[in-house]
């Protein structure tokens, strides 16, 4: 063991790091919730490689007193589970890391300005334990006992884990994660580390959540009753998630043969009176362009999940993006409204996709959540949302003999029926169509039933979300974002400090809040911050509002933005320069 | 002329003179009749085409979508809504050609629906190109020199994914087509009926005489229960059999495997969300 620096503080960030397939995320799952459990707000992202087996992975666990929502560069603690996954991380590493891990990947880093390290055989203590894999809990076990959680939580949440067939192995992962938690009280005893971080009261009442759960019980409280998704990282989680809950919220559930039929599925589902979603990543959408279209002709109800991943083509199968929002914005042939939220927290993905499905059918238009891979795979600890106790509201109308499915009416939105509900026939036609359903080429109705379509523009007006204004509204400067970036920047200008600068945030990307023009022109600087190389959203800005901005913070590097980088990246500005 | 249950009224066919589309509208509509439904029971869903516009052209509830879709809209339909009656209906370019990989997967889920195709053996909306059932040598403007693919065999194929009910039919026989139908409609899952009819603005090769003489009726000697005889059959290429060459009853359908459907047959939209379930979930997260 070298000599320490004892790290403490009340924000810790703890980078677990291995192989794929080899307990990186039992360790973070334990390990999260134990720490979460203990009253400590948590946050943890991970990224990893597109492979089952080997390669390197890494979690980063963010443990604070106060809230926390977006992630550090910096590494307070790492746990390398091999030699590679330490090369892996090398570059996060500074001299006030401390490093625990087995004496043989330790013996591979000593060098003057390297991390504290300090020898813990986690492997070593399984395999007398009877198995290489206990490994993972005894890890488990010693972070809870840096962190001096009760240790009867450990135990409980072991008990939790080997139930069933599994029961027979909760004794030794008890004995693991007992071992391990002593290892850890030794080291806290030595002086090398001691936490004083608080717990806070607020967070036993928290959800510990992430973005891919979030979506899908924001899906069930908008009455999500039909799923059809083909898997791609990273849109699958939603789909599993679903899965899980079909029988007890009386949900179908479909993998189907391809994205083309899974999304004509769900417009199929639609017409005949259920509420459905597809999940789906960057090519996957792309296939579902084509339906786009037919959802935005035939007035039909859609909630589209994007969970956006670097392209083009497979591009970068299980890393962050912001890089579809143009695919969606454009996305189908024709003209034809549509709605794109783009939520920026758990707590967010939940409010979000629940009212996606209440625009989807209120307006008949598609709607878009749109994640990414960062969102989606991250843990939250959040403000649990307010479920009511109503059921979501169903806009569908049983139908009259005389039933007209494209009626013209003001604000463009005709009474919805579905076949086998009244005495009507509801007719929906690929081809323009006149109010019946049938098609027609008569150009006055073509004329009309654009107009119509159109129309559906003005009448949503009321119902598009304002962006929010976070910092003074006396701002000379106003960083822009969307979306899962949205927690990044506030936290950066929060340590950045600068008076007169204040942070937009979009969570409703498209179509913009009227206001949106108003907030840009009292701005005489505009930064946008994104995560894709071409400032998507700030052209959406300018072609909306023909308001240009003035530097862009862009990120395509597969990772999210870090508290750091961004401050970093930030405070150049001030100097006038643009990086890169 | 008396007015039948599913007659569409006063509308501009878009279908040539001579057509076979006409044919099959009428047996269907009969077929409908016979098997005691109403039109607003009745979901009809088509992609593109000429035949794909049959919906139009009579009386009942009809998603004319996508060119190859009509299958997973349908099987959605189907088990969004139960108690539905739901028919797809498309050209053999729509089905077997655009929606080739959802004819393989429809099969496979085996929903309670019919598939009726027409099988012209040439595109007519696009003016006379080839279609995946086009026979070998078969000159058109794109394929200048003649086919030179292998015809699809919608019949072989269903039989080797187990559809559980095939059939194939001619658009120029009423009865025999309309009896065919009937039993399609009422058989308890996915059911194809492949329907051999003259183009006669664009397949001079395959006109009317030309079914006539190179096809012929399936009779007792075959046995419909035989998958192994049904498969046998469906390799026949000159002369094409004719008429039921399987069926498999008492399968389980696609609707039905769904865990919802266990103990109510309440279609989704009767179905109220419950939402202390859904309070319950979010605050478990915890």
């Known amino acids: 063991m070298s000599a320490g620096k004892v790290r403490s503080g009340n924000d810790l960030s703890l980078l677990l790091c291995g192989e794929a397939g080899r307990g990186i995320q039992s360790v973070e799952s334990v390990t999260t919730g134990l720490l979460k459990s203990a009253g400590f707000h948590v946050f943890s992202w991970k990224e990893f490689m597109s492979r089952v087996r080997g390669g390197s992975n890494s979690t980063t666990i963010r443990v604070a007193s106060h809230s926390v929502e977006a992630p550090l560069g910096r590494v307070d603690l790492l746990f390398p589970f091999d030699a590679a996954a330490l090369r892996h991380v090398r570059h996060r590493v500074t001299s006030d890391t401390i490093l625990f891990a087995d004496e043989d990947i330790i013996d591979t880093v000593q060098s003057p300005d390297g991390p504290v390290t300090a020898v813990v055989p986690f492997r070593k203590t399984a395999v007398e334990l009877g198995n290489a894999v206990y490994a993972n809990m005894v890890a488990s076990g010693f972070i809870a006992g840096l962190f001096d959680v009760d240790f009867t939580l450990i135990g409980a949440r072991v008990e939790s884990l080997f139930t069933g067939p599994r029961a027979g192995l909760a004794a030794v992962n008890h004995e693991a994660a007992r071992q391990g938690y002593d290892l850890a009280r030794k080291i806290v005893d030595d002086g090398l580390f001691r936490s004083t971080i608080i717990p806070d009261s607020v967070v036993h009442d928290r959800a510990f959540i992430s973005g891919a759960e979030a979506v899908g019980i924001g899906a069930l409280a908008g009455g999500c009753n039909f799923v059809s998704s083909y898997p791609m990282s990273p849109s699958t989680a939603v789909l599993v998630f679903m899965a899980e809950k079909a029988r007890e919220f009386e949900c179908v559930v479909e993998q189907a043969e391809d994205e083309i039929s899974a999304v004509n599925m769900a417009i199929g589902a639609w017409y005949a009176g259920a509420r459905a979603m597809v999940t789906t990543s960057g090519g996957g959408f792309a296939l579902m362009e084509e339906a786009m279209g037919l959802a935005g002709m035939i007035e039909s109800p859609l909630v589209i999940h994007l969970a956006q991943r670097p392209g083009p083509a497979t591009g970068l199968p299980t890393r962050t993006e912001q890089g579809d929002l143009q695919l969606a914005l454009y996305s189908g042939h024709g003209e034809f409204p549509r709605i794109l939220l783009a939520p920026a927290t758990a707590r967010e993905a939940i409010e979000l996709s629940r009212r996606a499905f209440h625009m989807a059918d209120r307006y008949q238009v598609p709607v878009f959540i749109l994640t990414d891979q960062y969102l989606i795979d991250s843990y939250y600890t959040a403000i649990p949302p307010e479920i009511d106790g109503s059921p979501p509201i169903s806009n569908i109308v049983e139908t009259e003999r005389d039933y007209r499915r494209y009626r013209l009416t003001p604000d463009g939105v005709s009474p919805r029926g579905i076949p086998g509900w009244g005495a009507g026939l509801v007719m929906v036609d690929s081809d323009e169509h006149d109010e019946e359903g049938h098609i027609t080429e008569n150009h006055q109705v073509r004329t009309a039933m654009v107009d119509k379509r159109m129309a559906k523009y003005a009448a949503m007006e009321r119902d598009v979300l304002q962006p929010s204004l976070v910092g003074s509204e006396e701002y000379h400067t106003l960083v822009v974002s969307w979306g899962s970036t949205g927690p990044v920047v506030r936290e950066a200008l929060e340590r950045l400090g600068r008076p007169g600068v204040s942070q937009l945030h979009f969570s409703q990307v498209f179509p913009l809040h009227v206001n949106t023009a108003h907030y840009l022109e009292k701005a005489r600087r505009i930064i946008l911050v994104e995560g894709n190389a071409t400032s998507q959203f700030g052209r959406l800005l300018r072609a909306e509002t023909g308001y240009r901005a003035t530097d862009r913070i862009l990120k395509y590097d597969g990772l999210p933005f870090t508290v750091e980088e961004l401050e970093r990246r930030l405070a150049a500005l001030d100097g006038g320069e643009v990086e890169p | ?286």
């Open chain 2, 1 to 286: 002329m008396k007015t039948g249950l599913f007659d569409g009224g006063d509308i501009d066919i878009a279908w040539c003179p001579g057509c076979g589309n006409y044919a099959i509208l009428e047996a269907l509509k009969k077929a409908l009749e016979e098997v005691n439904i109403v039109p607003e029971q009745l979901v009809m869903v088509s992609g593109i085409g000429q035949a794909a516009k049959i919906p139009h052209y009579m009386k009942c509830n009809f998603f004319n979508g996508l060119h190859g879709r009509a299958l997973p809209v349908a099987t959605a339909i189907k088990t969004a809504n139960p108690g539905l009656m739901v028919i797809a209906e498309s050209g053999e370019g729509d089905m077997y050609g655009e929606g080739g990989n959802h004819f393989l997967h429809a099969i496979r889920r085996n929903p309670d629906i019919t598939n009726i195709v027409h099988n012209n053996l040439v595109y007519g909306l696009t003016k006379g190109q080839a279609s995946p059932t086009s026979l070998r040598g078969f000159v058109t403007p794109v394929q200048v020199a003649g086919v030179n693919l292998e015809p699809f065999n919608p019949l072989a194929v269903a039989v080797a994914q187990k559809a559980t009910f095939i059939a194939r039919a001619f658009a120029g026989d009423h009865d025999e087509l309309k009896n065919l139908l009937v039993r399609a409609i009422t058989h308890r899952g996915y059911a194809l009926v492949d329907i051999l009819q003259p183009c006669v603005s664009f397949n001079k090769l395959n006109t009317f005489k030309w079914f006539r003489d190179h096809t012929y009726y399936l009779d007792e000697s075959h046995d419909s229960s035989d998958r192994v005889a049904a498969f046998r059959r469906a390799l026949e290429d000159d002369p094409l059999p004719l008429g039921l060459f399987y069926e498999e009853t008492g399968a389980t359908t696609f609707e039905q495997t769904f865990s919802l459907y266990e103990t109510s047959d309440l279609p989704l939209f009767r179905r109220k969300r419950d939402m202390a379930a859904v309070r319950r979930l979010a605050e478990a997260l915890r």
